[in-house]
């Protein structure tokens, strides 16, 4: 009896490791199913339509323009679609890789940095939103990203989503599984020679240059320009005489940036015509530059005044010295030069940055005549403060042109004059239309206002 | 460690020279001038060799004469010009010849002018035209009881500045309007009493004047650069307006910008006192 119980306890025993090793089989089973198919289902979407691709126009070529209308799944309240992701190959049938995306309800997308003249070809997919939560962590993701880099355009949760899908992570833009346009191309990008979008702008810089030209005929033409007179200006002559009376030196700042600034060549200019007068006066002039080239041209400039004032003899290279391009070793070396020099008259004319207020308000502190000019707002206020003139923005290309007395100069200035005069009309036009359309509510005399801008939205 | 310790008592010891400057002229300040100077215009030679010379000029134009050796033609080749001006430049060792260096300056000036030109006209000129363009007055749709104070108070002080500006215009110093003193009255009083209707009209319901100044700021600033006219009459007078914009707006900015450089001094006292005596944490 008890061989018996001890049999059927054994018999037992063994029918519940099988049941526990089938069990096990079966749920190891079911993992296996579990990575072989699909966890996550996705849902399919319709394509986009009218799905275009063209070479961008006005551009320097190597960019294509993708168009195309929305999904019908886009166009829902509560959209299923969470952005088009889009596809290039060189190849019409295979090797198509994203290569960016447009967001939900966006109909174009560029493509960029592209080698012109090569055949591209391009699918848009429509790209659903993923209604259930990330299941993978960084550590599991940075290794597909690694594997396919181009997933970096896609975010988190859509590496989750289509990972879940299927292991093979690429195979969902392949499978038919999304809503996959039709392809596009072949397409080359071109470089076009003109941009219309800058038509508005030509027109204005034609109109302006043309004033220019005709000025600058008119006054190489003998015809006498009338320009107003500048307040510093008149300064200029009286501060020279002073530095002269009282013996000292004459100091000028051509500011800190190179000859490619066009008030740096103004500054030379107004420099050109001071230093004619300085030769006549017999004064001395210290120049301190902080660029080599605008210590050539300023070199080139005080002799060439100095022999048209038949006074070449007492030029010297010494004149103009280079400091350093460092800014604010040279507004040290120049605060020194103020302090033990004691300059009557001091010129700032260029381009001035941080350094203004420094040079000005030591310029200041030694009683020095000063007279500045510069086109940086920013530090017009300063020299405003502590200087005795200031040619404000545009007033110091105007002293340049009034002095040098050059028809080029003369003429360009008053094409520019042209250009202000213009400018003031369509103000005036513009915001009449503009307020009459806010006043009354027009739709068409707002077209027209909205017309107006946009000739000078370039 | 020690070697840092040395760095920022040097660093403290050119400072407070340079601050020096603020007491007079002395020797530690010219010390520390020298100092500068001669640091960072060998910091500059050499930045600007291995910046320009050797990586735009260099690397750009050596390869392409090593591919012309071996029968290719690369573009870089043209960089060959850009080379050459910068011989020319140096001519000016050689007085007899030293003309020469005029040419690339000609280069640098007249290809930069032409390339600014039109970043220039685009955006000094042409999108500040566009950005003017707006309505001189709006309604402004339901604002609260606060805005709709700000905007009463706002309305009020653009009337005062119009009929001053105004009255500047009429009676200003360098004011030659050909008309009798009695007309400029009739015309000056029929713009108080609009101006007066006008704020009555504003406190009942409030009008956005924001535009009006904006318009009036950028007429009356082209007016005073305007170079052609003489700054009479009634031009004189906007003109003077055009100034008085002009000020304020450097007053706004002077103000900004101070308070920008006092964070410059802040970075230098916080680097005497945290970094070098360590009195601050």
Redesign the interface.
Known sequence: MLRFKAAIFTLLLLLLFCLSAAAQTAEELSDTAALEEPVYEIPRLAQVTNFEAKDSPDDAGGEIELTWDLSVDDKKEDGLVSKYVVLRSQNPTSDFHIVGVANHRDSSYIDKNLKEGTDYYYKIVTFPKYQGEVRLTREEIDPLMEQYPELTELDIKDVSMLAEYDRDIMSVFDDNILGISRVAGPVKSRAQWFNSKDL??LI??LT?CISVVIFIGMARGGRKL?????GGLQAIENAIGRATEMGKSILFIPGIQ?????QT?AGITILGRIAKTIAEYDTKINMPVSRS?VM??AR?TIKEAYLSAGRPDAYSDDMVH?????Q???V??V??IM??EKPATCFYLGAFF?ES?IMAETGNSIGAIQIAGTAM??Q???F??ACDYTL????LF?ASAYLSGEPKQLGS??GQ?V???I??V???I??VF??L???TGSEDILEI?NM??????? | MGSDLIGVWIAAFLTLGIMSFLYKDNPWYKFSEAIFVGLSAGYWFASLFWQSLHAKFWANWSPAVQSLFQGQFDYNLLYTGAGILGLMMLLRLIPPIGWISRWPLSVVVGGTAGLYLINYLVSNAVRQIGSTIQPVVTFPESIGWINSGGVIIGNVLVFAVLIVSLGFILFGRNTTIDLPTPTKLFFFLIALVACALGTFYSLSMPLNLTGLIIFMGVFCGLIYFFFSKEHTGFFGGAATVGTWFLMVTFGASFGYTVMSRMSLLIGRIDFLLVEWLKVVN
Not at chain 1, 226 to 230: D, K, T, V, W
Not at chain 1, 258 to 262: L, N, Q, T
Not at chain 1, 392 to 395: A, D, F, L
């Open positions: 508005d702008t204005i810089g302006i009338f320009l107003r007179r500048i190179d000859m490619d600034d066009v060549v080239i050539t041209t080139e280079y400091i350093t391009d460092e604010f070793g040279y040290a070396a605060d020194g302090v033990r941080a207020l707002p920013a017009l206020p300063f405003v403060a404000i923005g545009e007033e105007a200035l008053k004059d250009g202000k005069f400018a003031m369509f103000i005036i513009g915001a503009a307020t359309a806010a006043l206002t107006i801008k946009s000739w000078f939205s370039a």
